[in-house]
Each structure stands twice: as structure tokens, then as C-alpha cells.
């Protein structure tokens, strides 16, 4: 009796063990519900994007067309007569020069004191004062008078000129102009023994770049770059 007890204690042992082994085999497999591992998420992520930053690009300007004509002379009116006093005649004279210098045909006084005195024999030299489009500018004026005849000269180290003349010659100068700025009024008085106007060339490639428009005692526009 004692033997057979024994032996069932022993039987029953074995059938513990062996339920305990299945069941912490049973433990080690992964739930059906179970979250993927750390190292399993990392590697199925995307890499990251190695493409170049867009920039914006300069835009392209539209070139100004260039002259095609020569610039027009200025039509002056209200000359003398034929017969009309010699300070009269050489009065207009000076007026007309002015204004066809400064490329436009414009109001244009020239005061020389003493000038009703030229019609005598002799020479003389008298400083006037012209004014153009209200910008007044002085000049020597020399009246070479004889008994029926009489030769003059005006000069001057000023002369006046509108900045759509000057424009047009930087125009002709530069071929892709897109802008012209150029730092004077509508009309300047100007010394042609100066530095000159100065103008910025704005081109068709966005750049700006600096033209001088250097202007003759006839109203001639030179324009180089500085």
C-alpha cells in the first residue's frame, strides 16, 4: 500500500512539470495583437530627401527701342524781317541757336543791354542773358558792324537741353537699354566743360550700369560709359 501511494505522488509530479513546461512555452510566443519592434518600425521609414532648394531667376527686362531717325530740329518761329534793326535780327538769331540746341522749341528771351548800338560803325562786345523755358544761361555776343554790312558771334560756356534729347542719345549709345535714368530736369542748364550728365542704364539683363552724356556748346550729345 505504502508503494502504490508512492508511485502516485511520484505520477502526479511529472504531470505538473509537464504542465508547467507547456505553459511557459505557450508564454514566449508573440500575441496576434502584439506591437512590431523599435528596430522593425526605424527600417521601414522613408530616407530623407536630399533634392536642391528652387531660387527664383532674375527676370528678363524688355529692351527700349533704339532711334531709327536722327533727332528733329526744333521748328522756330517768329523771325524779323529782312529789314527788321540788326539787334532785332541777331536777338532771333541767338533764340532760334538756343533752341535747336536744346532739342525742343520752347519760350526763349535774350536780353544784351546796349545792342540797339551795334548798327554803328566798329566793334563791339556785349554779354546777354538767354533765357529757355524760364533757365537763363549768359554769353558773349561780338558785333563786327560796317557801313553795310555786319557780322556777329554769340558764344557761351552754357547751353540749355531737354532730357528727352539726352535720353535719345543714350539710347543710340546703348542697344539693350530696358531704362534710362538720367539726373537732370526736364531742362538743364549745362557747362559743355563739365563732367557732364550722369545716366543709369538699367538693361535687359537686370543690370544697371553708368553712362556720363556729355553735351557740346551746339547742343551735340556724346554719351560714354563712366
Known amino acids: 500500500m505504502t508503494l502504490s501511494r508512492d508511485r502516485a505522488l511520484a505520477a502526479l509530479g511529472l504531470s505538473v512539470l509537464a504542465v508547467f513546461v507547456l505553459s511557459s512555452c505557450s508564454d514566449s510566443k508573440p500575441s496576434a495583437g502584439s506591437t512590431p519592434s523599435a528596430s522593425s518600425s526605424t527600417s521601414s521609414s522613408a530616407p530623407p530627401s536630399s533634392a536642391p532648394i528652387p531660387t527664383a531667376s532674375t527676370p528678363s527686362l524688355t529692351p527700349l527701342p533704339t532711334p531709327s531717325k536722327p533727332w528733329p530740329t526744333p521748328k522756330v518761329t517768329g523771325a524779323p524781317a529782312d529789314d527788321a534793326p540788326l539787334a532785332s535780327r541777331i536777338t532771333f538769331a541767338i533764340s532760334k541757336q538756343a533752341q535747336i540746341a536744346a532739342g525742343k522749341a520752347a519760350a526763349t528771351t535774350v536780353k544784351c543791354p546796349g545792342i540797339d548800338k551795334v548798327e554803328t560803325a566798329g566793334k563791339h562786345e556785349l554779354t546777354c542773358t538767354v533765357t529757355y523755358a524760364g533757365k537763363p544761361y549768359s554769353g558773349t555776343l561780338t558785333v563786327d558792324a560796317k557801313q553795310y554790312t555786319a557780322s556777329y558771334k554769340f558764344t557761351s560756356e552754357s547751353v540749355a537741353i531737354v532730357r528727352a534729347k539726352v535720353v535719345d542719345a543714350v539710347l543710340r549709345t546703348v542697344t539693350d537699354a530696358a ?12 557747362k559743355h566743360s563739365d563732367a557732364g550728365i550722369a545716366c543709369d542704364v538699367t538693361t535687359t539683363a537686370n543690370a544697371v550700369q553708368p553712362y556720363k552724356a556729355q553735351v557740346s556748346g551746339n547742343g551735340q550729345v556724346l554719351v560714354a560709359k563712366a
Do not use: L, Q
Not at 531704362?179 to 549745362?190: G, I, S, W
Open 179 to 190: 531704362k534710362v535714368t538720367c539726373t537732370m530736369d526736364d531742362v538743364a542748364v549745362v
